[in-house]
């Protein structure tokens, strides 16, 4: 069985903004918007997370550079 990839955080960046659009945009049904919106919920832990790791990487780079 194959293994499924990481996103990126460019990728999933792009995927939420896709469902952001279809959620403003589309008349979807109620289980459609929660689908998405839960997708989009994943998506964005998913970019937090990528971006606290960033931050604490270049905090400690700083430091590392500083001392």
Known sequence: MAEKKQ???????????EIVSKLEQESL???D?????EEG?????LCNKTLD????KISTVSEE???
């Open 53 to 56: 790791e960033a931050e604490l």
């Open 7 to 17: 996103q990126t955080y460019e990728e999933a960046m792009k995927r939420l903004e």
């Open 29 to 31: 049904s109620l289980e």
């Open 65 to 67: 550079a500083n001392a």
């Open 33 to 37: 918007s929660l689908k998405l919106f």
């Open 41 to 45: 919920t994943k998506l964005a832990g």
